[in-house]
């Protein structure tokens, strides 16, 4: 009986032990290929505690990730020649009105 509570303790203890809060390890099992990258990030901003603004960016950015990716980029400009093609035909190309 004393063996089974023991390792029930170290079980508890091992598993309740996250180095990440909740939400931020949620997103990180949804991540699949990418945790290793996004957990390099968490790591080199928390080495230093002069970058701990960052890491809470960074945390801010990765917490509110899901739902925010694109397989396809769709932009009625696909690419830089096609960009390029519209300038140098457009006919207003001369007249800058940002000011």
């Not at 996250?18 to 996004?38: C, D, F, M, W």
Request: glycine letters at 4%.
């Amino acid at each position: 009986m004393r063996t089974f509570c023991s390792l029930f303790i170290i079980i508890f203890l091992v598993s309740s032990c996250t180095s990440y809060p909740e939400a931020i390890e949620e997103v990180l099992q949804q991540a699949g290929k990418n945790r290793k990258e996004l957990e390099e990030v968490l790591k080199y901003y928390g080495k230093n505690p002069a970058d701990s603004l960052k890491l809470r960016a960074a945390e801010f950015l990765i917490v509110n990730m899901p739902g925010k990716y694109s397989k396809y980029y769709d932009a009625p400009w696909n690419d830089v020649a096609t960009v390029h093609l519209r300038w140098t035909s457009s006919s207003d190309k001369g007249t800058c009105n940002l000011l």
